[in-house]
Every structure is written in structure tokens, then in C-alpha cells.
């Protein structure tokens, strides 16, 4: 009988980096979840939109890929080598400026959706009180009434 061999080093390391990836995908689902379970329901689910407004907050320069399995660590060399000479002088500063603007425009939505919620609440508390003072309560007592 054959004796079952032993993983490689290599195999288990790609095992490893697998339960890595893994490990961090479950970690930002955990994450989006508690985050999403926070935030109370709203109408319009303003809350839910300014969260993934400041999830898709930073743009990344872009990785090398390849689909082909004989040739695709040399075209993965080849635009990682291209990105690297001819085009990352020019897409950094690039997405520098996006990830600013994003940043700034994240944090003015943020604070215009906490000004409206404020506007909300203290307008709730004006008709609260305007209906009060256009119909006192009778069962309030003689309090409102003049000697």
C-alpha cells in the first residue's frame, strides 16, 4: 500500500496564504455586519450610503494579473515592469488628488447627514411643542386658565 505523502512546503504554504485570505475576507464580512447592525434604520438608508461611501473612500493603484497558467507569471512581470517605468509617475499623483477629494467629500456627507438628523429632531421637538401650545391638554389642570 502506498503511503500518503507528506504536502510539499510549497503546497502547504499556499494553504496557508489561502486560510490568510480567508481568514481576512471573513474578518471585513464580520466587520460590514456589525457596522450594518449599528447603524439605525432609516428611511431613506442614509446611514447604510455613508458607509459605503467611506468603504469605496480610497482608490488603489491597480495589481497585475493573468489568466494564462503557462505564461502568466512573465506577463505579470512584464506589467508590473510597464506600470513601474512608464506609468506610475503618472497615475500616483493621480489617485492622490481622488482619494482626497473622496476623503473630503466622505467627511462633508457625513456632516451634512448629522446636521439633517439634528435639523429632524429639534424640528420634531417645535411641532411637539407647537401642538401642545395650540391644544393644552384639559385633563392638565386650571394652569393655563387666567384668575
Same mark, same amino acid.
Given at each position: 500500500m502506498d503511503q500518503p505523502h507528506p504536502p510539499s512546503p510549497a503546497a502547504a504554504s499556499a494553504v496557508g496564504d489561502v486560510a490568510d485570505v480567508l481568514q481576512q475576507?471573513?474578518?471585513?464580512? *464580520? #466587520? +460590514?455586519?456589525?457596522?450594518?447592525?449599528?447603524?439605525?434604520?432609516?428611511?431613506?438608508?442614509?446611514?447604510?450610503?455613508?458607509?459605503?461611501? *467611506?468603504?469605496?473612500?480610497?482608490? +488603489?493603484? %491597480?495589481?497585475?494579473?493573468?489568466? *494564462?497558467? *503557462?505564461?502568466?507569471?512573465?506577463?505579470?512581470?512584464?506589467?508590473?515592469?510597464v506600470y513601474h517605468l512608464f506609468l506610475k509617475w503618472f497615475t500616483r %499623483?493621480?489617485?492622490? #488628488? #481622488?482619494?482626497?477629494?473622496? #476623503?473630503?467629500?466622505?467627511?462633508v456627507a457625513q456632516e451634512l447627514a448629522t446636521r439633517q438628523e439634528e435639523l429632524t429632531r429639534r424640528l420634531e421637538l417645535l411641532q411637539n411643542r407647537i401642538e401642545h401650545l395650540e391644544h393644552p391638554d384639559p385633563s392638565a389642570g386650571s394652569a393655563g386658565e387666567r384668575p
Open positions: 475576507i471573513r474578518s471585513g464580512v *464580520r #466587520q +460590514r455586519v456589525a457596522e450594518l447592525a449599528a447603524v439605525p434604520s432609516d428611511s431613506g438608508g442614509t446611514r447604510a450610503k455613508l458607509i459605503e461611501l *467611506r468603504a469605496r473612500e480610497f482608490v +488603489r493603484e %491597480p495589481v497585475p494579473f493573468s489568466h *494564462r497558467a *503557462r505564461l502568466g507569471a512573465l506577463i505579470v512581470w512584464t506589467r508590473k515592469a %499623483p493621480l489617485v492622490e #488628488q #481622488q482619494n482626497a477629494f473622496n #476623503q473630503a467629500s466622505s467627511a
